[in-house]
């Protein structure tokens, strides 16, 4: 049986009463039954951000570009892999299959060049359901390879995203751990880096090994490492010296063992915010890199290779370059919208009070 104060109506003397059974832990004022929210954990912040309707926006966006990747990549890529076995070849397993099958292949050329979209017309002709979007210069589908051509968008933004993820955590992290002159010697290395403008590097990267889309990925993730490095090294600078992380090393706890259960993971939510608005901005820049050349190669479908086409044809079919750019202005839009909800949901200092 626990004991509960209160103070009496006539003076400062404080009386000690027994608690009634059963009423152990709860706050006054609050109805019996309710626990206290928790403000942290994933739940809390799936929570949030489904009360926002600005990021589940973003996240409407974001899940329908990646299921647009995923069926383009098992398109494209699986079945290009299944096909070079003669049991899936029997069965007409091919590069493109469902596309050929349901609709039309993103690189074949079955249709008259620059048809503008359905219901308008050009000096070429009058656009049908068959091409609801126009066909390109030479005359493929533009809807087709818009939708195929988010494998590339979504895979260089994810996949170079996480490398820089990674490799700016490890380092921030040890970085901001051991300080000193293991501080001063990553930190040295990652401002040599960042003081690289950003397409330079990445260029210098893929002059260096190549110009295909490999090299442009890795190109990216190296030129995000400082970004991250500097985040989460400002947050470990504050968060090994909590009690918690005292008490572990205070246990014996190796250091490695510290940085990995504790360190890292109550410095990671400002990362993982700069991890979706650096995915934007990595579709922007390869797309920027396919523009000029670099990345996917025709007839590989990409966005920025469209429009680098389009250019030339601006004046017959304007369209052909508007929808390319659409394409990635929503894409870009999104994520960074739905980073936005997830800073707001992550964020102590934006919860409600």
Do not use: C
């Given at each position: 049986?626990?004991?509960a ?9 404080v009386?000690?009463t027994?608690?009634?059974p059963g009423?152990?832990?709860?706050t006054?004022?609050?109805p019996?039954?309710?626990e206290i ?9 799936l929570?949030?951000v ?8 973003g996240?409407?966006v974001?899940?329908v570009?990646?299921a647009?990747a995923?069926?383009?990549?098992v398109?494209?890529?699986v079945?290009a892999?299944?096909a ?7 069965v ?20 008259p060049r620059?048809?503008?979209?359905v219901?308008m017309e050009?000096q ?5 359901w068959?091409h ?10 533009i809807?087709?390879r ?5 494998r590339?968008a ?7 995203t996480?490398?820089?993820l ?6 921030g ?6 300080g ?5 010697a990553?930190?040295r ?8 403008p950003?397409l ?7 002059a260096a090994f ?9 190109g990216v993730?190296?030129a995000?490492?400082p970004?991250?490095a ?19 090393r ?5 250091d ?10 109550n410095s990671?939510a400002?990362?993982?915010?700069q991890?979706t ?6 579709i922007?820049v ?10 996917a190669q025709?007839?590989t ?5 469209m429009?680098?086409v ?7 079919n304007?369209?052909f ?10 894409t870009?839009?999104?994520?960074n919208?739905?980073?936005d909800g ?6 102590p200092?934006?919860q409600n009070?």
């Amino acid at each position: 049986m626990t004991v509960a104060t209160r103070r009496s109506e006539t003076d400062d003397v404080v009386e000690s009463t027994p608690e009634e059974p059963g009423r152990s832990g709860r706050t006054e004022g609050r109805p019996e039954g309710r626990e206290i929210e928790a403000r942290v954990g994933w739940r809390y912040t799936l929570r949030e951000v489904g009360r926002d309707p600005t990021a589940m926006a973003g996240l409407l966006v974001v899940g329908v570009m990646t299921a647009m990747a995923v069926f383009a990549t098992v398109d494209a890529v699986v079945f290009a892999s299944l096909a070079r076995f003669e049991v899936f070849a029997r069965v007409g397993v091919r590069q493109y299959w469902i596309a050929e099958t349901l609709w039309v292949s993103p690189i074949a050329e079955p249709s008259p060049r620059l048809l503008p979209p359905v219901g308008m017309e050009n000096q070429f002709g009058r656009g049908t359901w068959a091409h609801p979007l126009g066909t390109d210069d030479r005359g493929r589908d533009i809807l087709a390879r818009i939708v195929y051509g988010s494998r590339i968008a979504i895979q260089v933004g994810i996949v170079s995203t996480l490398l820089g993820l990674v490799g700016g955590v490890l380092v921030g992290a040890v970085a901001g751990y051991y300080g000193d002159l293991v501080d001063d010697a990553l930190m040295r290395a990652v401002e040599t880096l960042y003081a690289i403008p950003f397409l330079v590097l990445v260029l210098a990267v893929m002059a260096a090994f190549g110009r295909n889309l490999t090299f442009a990925i890795l190109g990216v993730g190296i030129a995000s490492i400082p970004t991250f490095a500097r985040l989460i090294r400002s947050r470990v600078l504050s968060v090994r010296e909590a009690d918690y992380v005292e008490a572990a090393r205070a246990a014996g706890v190796r250091d490695r063992n510290i940085i990995r259960r504790h360190v890292v993971p109550n410095s990671f939510a400002p990362v993982l915010v700069q991890a979706t608005l650096q995915v934007g901005y990595s579709i922007i820049v390869v797309a920027g890199l396919s523009f000029l050349g670099f990345g996917a190669q025709p007839p590989t479908p990409s966005w920025g290779q469209m429009l680098s086409v389009s250019k030339d044809y601006m004046i017959q079919n304007v369209w052909f370059s508007i929808w390319p750019g659409l394409a990635i202005l929503v894409t870009v839009v999104g994520f960074n919208v739905f980073g936005d909800g997830l800073r707001d949901a992550l964020d102590p200092r934006l919860q409600n009070e």
